[in-house]
């Protein structure tokens, strides 16, 4: 557990103290566009996508997402971006504890959106949790994307497939796979949580029994690792 404390503690930054969302924002992206309605990162218009403030162990922290689109226009092979910080009350003053300010995710220009915030372990660890997709020529991928700290920025803990279907190729599809996702929080001598990830639907045109797999954490790449069998391989 000590390892995952100082993962969340090393290189932190100053800011002011009782720092709110937006001044977050503003602190980090700059000055607010009024016209926009969006902070400017680059070449992406940046939103707060969601925010709150946790009592954890250590005192108050204030974890925010944000997301934006692209300036240049919601086009097939552009991305949009994703910043997220932990914001931690010290001493009567808020620090940054983990941030990444521009991760590229998502398709046509569109960052994904309602990001959920979530326990991953039984200290005081969370991150977020999403699903995002991708369709072309009537094949369509999703997946879930898992965000946590990591020392002091944010990282991928993975990106495990959720769908996968080439329904609208036919009427008649070879393969349209669904999952459920969970997070198995019953051990609480565990470091990190696993994934429970329940998958049915059509497999080689056949209707398959609901499959459970478990997805476990590989501390050495920080990281969760899907197993070789995982049924949802993608297009």
């Not at 070879?174 to 996702?181: P, R, V």
Request: aromatic letters at 12%.
């Amino acid at each position: 557990m000590n390892k995952i404390i100082t993962l969340l503690t090393i290189g932190t930054v100053s800011v002011f103290a009782q720092i709110t969302p937006s001044e977050l924002m503003t602190k980090v992206y700059g000055k607010y566009d009024s016209k926009a309605k969006c902070w400017h990162n680059k070449e992406y218009c940046m939103e707060i996508d969601s925010s709150k403030v946790l009592n954890c162990d250590t005192g108050k922290r204030l974890y925010l997402m944000a997301t934006g689109d692209n300036d240049i226009g919601h086009i097939h092979v552009s991305s949009g971006s994703v910043g997220a910080f932990v914001v931690e009350e010290q001493n009567g003053k808020d620090v940054i504890i983990a941030q990444n300010k521009n991760m590229e995710m998502g398709s046509y220009g569109q960052a994904p959106r309602e990001w959920k915030l979530v326990k991953l372990a039984p200290s005081d660890y969370w991150g977020w949790i999403n699903q995002d997709g991708y369709g072309n020529q009537g094949y369509y991928n999703s997946w879930y994307s898992i965000l946590a700290p990591y020392g002091k920025t944010i990282k991928y803990l993975g990106e495990i497939m959720s769908n996968q279907s080439d329904s609208a190729v036919s009427g008649n599809p070879t393969i349209d796979l669904d999952s459920k996702f969970k997070i198995d929080d019953s051990n609480k001598n565990v470091k990190i949580y696993p994934l429970l990830i329940t998958v049915s639907g059509i497999n080689n045109g056949n209707n398959i029994k609901p499959i459970q797999y478990t997805i476990n954490f590989d501390f050495n790449k920080w990281q969760y690792i899907v197993p070789s069998n995982y049924i949802i391989k993608g297009f």
